[in-house]
């Protein structure tokens, strides 16, 4: 099965605090942040944090990832440099416009990972697309480079970009979503939806998580890891969900049995695409 | 001769006895208040508290020196009386909480002698047996008639149970309220009775209400308590407590509070309520008590208004003594039916030992309060914490100081991990059928070194500034003096 990404947990990069244990909430994937929740006076104490704690506290297996200060600012290329030496699994460019702002984030990586003798290719990266030319360019974003484990959405900006703001009902986000999302599918890649800022809204929150798994997202970008557990939830199987997928996989094993080519269950046929649906909904119910 | 003896001299109509003064200045001076003696006052309003310092004052003014003060525990509100030590006043400190300013002066060593720590129940059997006689009580109440019978939850600065001064009102040699809600009409229903008082004082304000609360009525966000409040859940729904008529104790602290609710969602779940929540009340658990799920409340300090303004208004909402809480002496005490209790600890040890007194640091900033009492009492005993507060190991090898002995505790709940003590096998045997993971503590005390580093040792003096006393009258460790 691919990794799981439901749930990606920010942690600003200068608060020690949180950086130290933040394992202890199994998220899916931790994010340190050095861009938008680091001020400027903290970018470079941030970046030493992180990167200690990267090389030092062990994070229990979960994955790791940094987002960096774009290259068009004076933090970025040295946020690269001690990045891609302390190593987290992946490292997320933020407000992505086009493939070569992917691209010449990856000629760095290229030559900082021969430079510290790093394996070729190990730096993964995803991108986060946050304006109406990267949501029309989602595609050959997603397809730019090899190392792109997702893109994600950033809505604040994006939103403010096109010139409305956020609504309950995310009516303004759906074609960027289903734009990213095809995309992200089309490339093979993972689908990860923006934050969500209100923590104390649970209800709304829950409502937004129901919504973006019905698209297709495989997870969403948190702030708080009080929003873990609604996230994890939704993305669990129904125990009724699990039955019918277990029905759905004996039929299949008993028409092999049986040298059917044709296999029924309760009168409806079982084609491929059900057979993986019912194999992706044991899995999840396994993991949880 | 005729066995019975008549005699019917000297009938006549009872002289009534006023026992209303003016000024508490006249009620010190008709006590004759000598040095050495030992005056007593509560903790009910917390950092609220006025009555004290009121207290304080006059006698200082009065020149009397030596005086041995026996509060049910010292808060914020009294961070300046080192300068009444210092004057030669107090001589003597039993408490339960010792923090702020003051505790640190105790621990820099201005007092020559030990303060004794005591917990709630503690205090309760050493007022009771005669190992400590109070000379005077001075009690502070929200609302007293002409008599002397009094309550906390009438007038208009209402602290809810005055539980801890019932005791001081019955045992004092002699008792004086404070009240800023004096009444002609008899105070019914009354918490401390007329015949346990001999004078009665109005006084402008008793004390501010608003400051009794110790934060216990936030709603809890924080979470790392969240989650540690969750596993608690977890292991009291796997040990198989929540049943009808089951009882329970939670602290103030953040985790404490969450638990309520987790409870509350295993309450339903179970189709089961519970016979009775005790000790500290807090809004959260009146909020249960109002919906159903708590049939009684048993009160014996009101941590926040709506537990006041409960206390008064529901039936079942019942005040108790703190001897009646916790007292080892009184075999009917209440936490020794207790099913579970929550507590908190500022370090736990690998022998399970808690200290909830001094900081890592060594330095006086807790109170003992009722946590050595429930955790004996109570079938199982939980301690939440987290594993490191701010740069600072909770679990470590050694704890500073000792209150509640370790051979008390059941089961430690971090935010890394739990850990069950080695005795209690049945709740290892219960857990192991469970999700819940159980680590030993060694290891968890090694995760919190890990991220913290070996602290440097306290490094203190021979001088001895607070004895512990187990709720037994047994003393189970010295406080030494933090070198400067």
Do not use: W
Request: net charge negative; charged share 30%.
């Amino acid at each position: 099965m691919s990794k799981l990404r439901r749930t990606m947990l920010y942690v600003p990069g200068s608060k020690p605090s949180m950086i130290k244990d933040i394992y202890i909430y199994k998220p899916d994937s931790i994010m340190f942040d050095l861009e938008d929740s680091v001020s400027l006076k903290e970018k470079d104490s941030a970046r030493f944090l992180v990167s200690e704690a990267l090389q030092n506290v062990d994070y229990r297996g979960i994955e790791t990832v940094v987002r960096i200060n774009g290259l068009d600012t004076e933090f970025g290329q040295e946020d690269l440099k001690m990045m891609v030496k302390a190593q987290p699994n992946v490292i997320r460019l933020p407000k992505t416009e086009t493939a070569e702002d992917v691209e010449e984030v990856e000629r760095i990586i290229v030559e900082l990972e021969e430079e510290y003798g790093i394996e070729k290719g190990k730096t993964k990266m995803m991108a986060a697309i946050e304006s109406a030319t990267g949501v029309m360019n989602a595609m050959s974003i997603a397809k730019s480079s090899n190392r792109l484990i997702g893109i994600a959405i950033g809505a604040e900006d994006y939103v403010t970009n096109i010139k409305t703001k956020r609504t309950p009902e995310g009516t303004e986000l759906l074609f960027a979503r289903c734009q990213l999302l095809n995309a992200a599918r089309s490339a093979g890649i993972a689908a990860l939806d923006t934050v969500y800022s209100d923590v104390e809204n649970m209800e709304g929150f829950r409502k937004e998580v129901e919504h973006i798994k019905s698209l297709g997202f495989d997870g969403k970008s948190i702030i708080n890891p009080r929003q873990i557990e609604i996230v994890h939830e939704v993305f669990t199987p129904t125990v009724e969900e699990y039955e019918d997928a277990l029905q759905v996989l004996d039929a299949i094993k008993r028409a092999e049995e049986s040298g059917s080519g044709v296999i029924s269950l309760n009168g409806k046929m079982i084609d491929k695409p059900i057979v993986e649906r019912a194999r992706r909904v044991i899995e999840l119910s396994k993991i949880n | 001769m005729d066995k019975y003896k008549i005699d019917y001299k000297d009938k006549g109509k009872i002289k009534r006895k006023n026992k209303v003064r003016e000024d508490l200045e006249k009620v010190i001076d008709e006590l004759e208040i000598k040095d050495s003696m030992t005056i007593s006052f509560h903790h009910h309003f917390r950092n609220g508290d006025l009555v004290g310092d009121m207290v304080m004052k006059i006698l200082e003014n009065k020149g009397i020196k030596n005086l041995t003060i026996f509060p049910s525990s010292l808060t914020s509100a009294h961070d300046h009386f080192g300068q009444y030590i210092k004057s030669g006043l107090i001589g003597r400190i039993c408490t339960s909480g010792l923090r702020g300013k003051l505790g640190k002066d105790i621990s820099s060593g201005i007092l020559e002698e030990p303060v004794i720590i005591r917990s709630h129940g503690g205090r309760a059997r050493a007022i009771i047996s005669g190992d400590e006689k109070i000379d005077v009580a001075f009690i502070a109440a929200p609302h007293c008639d002409v008599q002397g019978n009094a309550n906390g939850f009438q007038g208009k600065s209402p602290c809810g149970s005055l539980g801890y001064a019932q005791v001081d009102a019955k045992y004092a040699d002699k008792a004086v309220i404070l009240t800023d809600d004096l009444t002609e009409e008899v105070a019914l229903p009354y918490s401390i009775p007329s015949y346990d008082i001999d004078y009665v004082v109005e006084i402008e304000n008793v004390g501010i209400k608003e400051k009794i609360m110790s934060g216990a009525t936030r709603s809890v966000t924080n979470p790392k308590e969240l989650l540690i409040a969750k596993k608690t859940a977890q292991i009291i729904e796997a040990l198989d407590i929540v049943k009808n008529n089951f009882s329970f104790q939670t602290g103030s602290g953040g985790s404490s509070l969450a638990v309520t609710k987790y409870l509350k969602e295993s309450m339903i779940k179970k189709n089961v309520v519970a016979d009775f929540a005790l000790g500290g009340i807090t809004g959260h658990i009146v909020k249960l008590h109002e919906e159903g799920f708590i049939k009684k409340l048993m009160d014996v300090q009101s941590f926040d208004l709506s537990a006041v303004s409960s206390l008064k208004e529901n039936k079942n909402h019942f005040e108790i003594d703190a001897s009646y809480y916790a007292d080892y002496s009184n075999t009917g005490n209440s936490v020794n039916r207790l099913d579970v209790v929550i507590l908190s600890a500022l370090e736990i040890d690998t022998k399970f030992n808690v200290n909830v007194i001094t900081g890592s640091d060594g330095v006086f900033r807790g109170a003992s309060g009722g946590h050595s009492d429930t955790a004996a009492g109570s079938e199982v005993c939980i301690v939440v914490a987290p594993l490191v507060r701010g740069r600072i190991a909770t679990v470590k090898e050694k704890v500073l100081n000792i209150i509640t002995p370790g051979s008390t505790i059941d089961v430690l709940v971090t935010d890394h991990g739990v850990a069950v003590n080695p005795n209690r096998i049945d709740i290892i045997d219960k857990l192991k059928e469970s999700k819940v993971k159980i680590m030993d503590i060694n290891e968890l005390k090694d995760m919190a070194e890990k991220i913290t580093g070996k602290p440097e040792k306290v490094e203190y003096t021979d001088k001895v500034v607070g004895l512990i006393e187990y709720r037994d009258g047994t003393i189970i460790d010295k406080v030494y003096q933090v070198k400067q």
